[in-house]
């Protein structure tokens, strides 16, 4: 009886460190699909907000070349639109981008929003900083993955629509 004192104990400890093996497991999976749920909801808010500014567009034909002649980042609120009188539609395009850009700066994570027109079809591009590491990638590769410009690889996500008017 003596040659087996102590075999429970033994038992007990490899049972302890599969149980806490398994545990970590547990908790790793838990974190990556936080990561992943925080991700597809960054899409979600990326397609919406791409979305909305095509409404917009749509909503104000006249002023559709000031969309693209400014900048979303340079256009600036105008007061007088949010009136009923007084806001001519290229005052309202701007104003239109002011809030556009700045639904996209506060909704995504280092999100930056640009707008391009090439043979009567407008582009809307929504890139952010999906992985946080501080660089927005996006702007150089057509895919996850890609190399960009600053020979980084390309992995944060992007959205990109395009419709005409």
Avoid: H
Avoid at 18 to 23: E, I, P, R, T, Y
Avoid at 117 to 134: E, K, S
């Amino acid at each position: 009886m003596n040659k087996n004192a102590g075999f429970t104990l033994i038992e007990v400890l490899i049972a302890m460190v599969v149980l806490a093996v398994g545990l970590l497991g547990l908790a790793g999976l838990q974190a990556t699909s936080l990561r992943n749920n925080l991700s597809a909801y960054n899409r979600s808010q990326a397609t919406q907000l791409a979305y909305d500014l095509a409404d917009r567009m749509r909503a104000n034909i006249a002023g559709n070349i000031t969309y693209t002649s400014i900048s979303p980042n340079s256009a600036t609120a105008k007061a007088n639109c949010l009136t009923l009188t007084g806001c001519s539609p290229a005052d309202m395009a701007e104003n239109d981008l002011y809030q556009w850009n700045l639904a996209v700066t506060s909704a995504l994570p280092s999100g930056v929003g640009t707008l391009a027109i090439a043979t009567g079809v407008y582009t809307v591009t929504i890139n952010w900083d999906d992985n946080r590491d501080g660089d927005v990638d996006g702007n150089g590769g057509s895919l996850e993955g890609d190399t960009d410009a600053d020979g980084d690889t390309d992995d944060d996500p992007f959205f990109q629509t395009s419709f005409q008017l």
